[in-house]
């Protein structure tokens, strides 16, 4: 259990940082323009960006890159069907008959941006961290993408290390102090190729155009650092042209992971733990710290003096999966085969299983409340455009149900429980039982309105059989020879075909207009307990306004 710092003790540092956003988006597609396969892969539209996209699919070590130990020990850590939905089958499989799919993921990743230059606060010196690597995460059948961002840096004091986790990963700036410096984001935020050019910076420190955008829009503006990031992607609200465009799914702070390896674990204080747990910063109220707070955010399995890697803490909030160690162990920095490996791949793959699961839901969520919010029972075009939605979104939750919904991803304990604390924290299953209830709720709609149709269908049908036997009966009991028209000229007898036709076709349209009217008459009549004389009022009430 961490004990409280001396008063004197040197501050701790943190020797080396780890840091990882994974921001969850939903694709906006052109209904017009984009095909129903374009849809399913939207990536496509990447792929086609020719030398002008910087983004370029990502072929893993799975499909052709160098396999080393720790994709082994990423790959056995899942469960066999979370294997297929993050790996695909192999190439045997892809050739025997060509039936079996590939992973429904793909990757694709850019490389001009090498460092990030930040400034924390005005005044203060620019860090310089290092990009490992920029990614977009597609899923098949899914309008959701994540961006993921990984960057690193070096012996920085834990205060300093702490704010950067806080502050990057803004999307946009949270407001503006009284001396118009953006609130809780960077100072300033600066992109930097391999020759440490300036390839684009944040304009966080000007409010007005984002106080001009979401008055005319309703919608928050993006930051013009994340905007480059995400090009040729564009915001679905921004005036830049672009097929492939983007909304927000969740609260403007990215979901963040950390690994921290520093001087000495045990030094670091309870207060200090749930700064980092939480991502507070160097907030006020951060030394509040809850009595159940190890209960509900720390996983301490590996806190204590033995093992590989001692004094080893996580921490998990949901929206943030941090892990401490000490530095001076050399598996708890083992790139290959230690913590740093399984930080990088295990932990990160089921941080973002659990983040695309409830981006995913609140994405079906939104498309079904649009397509409620464009219905209009009066007009008969949006009330199949609602029925062609609903059932679309029917079709989408039985297919992310089926491909990527899933309790368990392994049955390794710490794997295992991450990813518990991780889904709880988050309240996945409760979004998912919402979002189930929803859809089966306006499926059952358009399943009632189906029967009524038919019903009313099958009502019409009754009343013009009912009234037309009247005919049918008479003129089989006078016979089909009433009017001999034999010896007719043909003329004659064709006119007459085509005047009995155009009667009889006039009478039927004429019932079946007042069929309804017709119904409730024949409902009055076959009532024993209505006079005669009601019932002839109930007739006349057929032809009357």
Not at 11 to 32: E, G, N
Not at 274 to 279: A, D, F, S
């Amino acid at each position: 259990m961490p004990q409280p710092a001396a008063p004197d003790a040197p501050p701790v540092t943190v020797r080396h940082l780890r840091q990882a956003l994974l921001w969850p988006l939903r694709l906006i597609h052109d209904s017009i323009a984009d095909t129903a396969e374009q849809r399913q892969v939207p990536w496509q539209v990447l792929r086609d960006g020719g030398d002008a996209c910087p983004w370029r699919e990502h072929v893993d070590e799975f499909h052709g890159g160098s396999f080393h130990q720790r994709h082994y020990n990423e790959f056995v850590s899942f469960l066999p069907y979370v294997q297929r939905f993050l790996y695909g089958e192999g190439r045997s499989q892809r050739m025997a008959g060509g039936a079996a799919q590939g992973s429904p993921m793909r990757v694709f990743r850019r490389r001009d941006l090498a460092a990030l230059r930040v400034q924390l606060h005005p005044g203060d010196a620019p860090l310089l961290l290092q990009v490992v690597h920029v990614d977009l995460y597609f899923f098949y059948g899914v309008d959701v993408v994540l961006l993921n961002v990984e960057i690193a840096a070096d012996d920085l004091p834990l205060p300093q290390a702490g704010e950067l986790m806080y502050r990057f990963g803004r999307a946009y700036p949270g407001g503006w102090d009284a001396h118009g410096q953006p609130l809780h984001c960077p100072a300033a935020v600066e992109w930097l190729d391999a020759h440490g050019q300036v390839v684009a910076r944040s304009d966080a420190g000007h409010a007005e155009p984002f106080l001009a955008h979401v008055a005319e829009h309703r919608a928050p503006r993006i930051a013009a650092h994340w905007e480059h990031v995400m090009a040729p992607l564009v915001s679905h609200h921004s005036e830049q042209p672009g097929r492939l465009r983007f909304r927000q799914i969740e609260y403007y702070r990215m979901p963040m992971m950390a690994y921290l390896a520093v001087d000495d674990p045990q030094r670091l204080t309870r207060a200090d733990y749930l700064r980092l747990g939480l991502v507070t910063g160097d907030q006020d109220g951060a030394d509040d710290v809850p009595g159940d707070f190890e209960r509900q955010f720390c996983y301490d399995r590996f806190w204590g003096d033995r093992g590989a890697a001692p004094h080893t803490r996580y921490l998990c909030s949901g929206l943030s999966l941090v892990v401490v160690g000490d530095a001076r162990s050399a598996f708890f920095r083992d790139g290959e085969r230690g913590v740093l490996a399984q930080f990088r791949h295990q932990h990160f793959l089921l941080f973002l299983i659990a983040h695309f699961q409830k981006a995913a839901l609140l994405m079906m969520s939104d498309q079904l409340a649009e397509a409620l919010m464009g219905l209009d029972v009066a007009r008969p075009e949006t009330v199949k455009r609602f029925k062609r939605q609903i059932r679309r979104n029917y079709v989408a939750f039985l297919g992310f149900t089926h491909r990527y919904w899933f309790h368990e991803v392994s049955e390794q304990a710490h794997v295992k429980a991450l990813f518990h604390l991780c889904t709880q924290h988050l309240g996945t299953d409760a979004v998912y039982a919402e979002v189930k209830e929803r859809i089966h709720d306006m499926n059952a709609y358009l399943d009632a309105d189906a029967l009524r149709r038919q019903a009313n269908t099958v009502v019409r049908l009754t009343v013009v059989t009912i009234f037309g036997l009247v005919g049918t009966i008479t003129t089989g009991l006078l016979g089909m020879n009433l009017l001999d028209q034999s010896h007719k000229p043909l003329l004659e007898r064709a006119l007459l075909f085509t005047g009995v036709l155009a009667v009889a076709t006039v009478l039927t349209l004429y019932t079946i207009a007042k069929s309804k009217r017709l119904s409730d008459f024949l409902d009055v009549a076959s009532d024993e307990r209505v006079g005669g004389l009601d019932k002839l009022r109930a007739l006349a009430a057929v032809w009357r306004r």
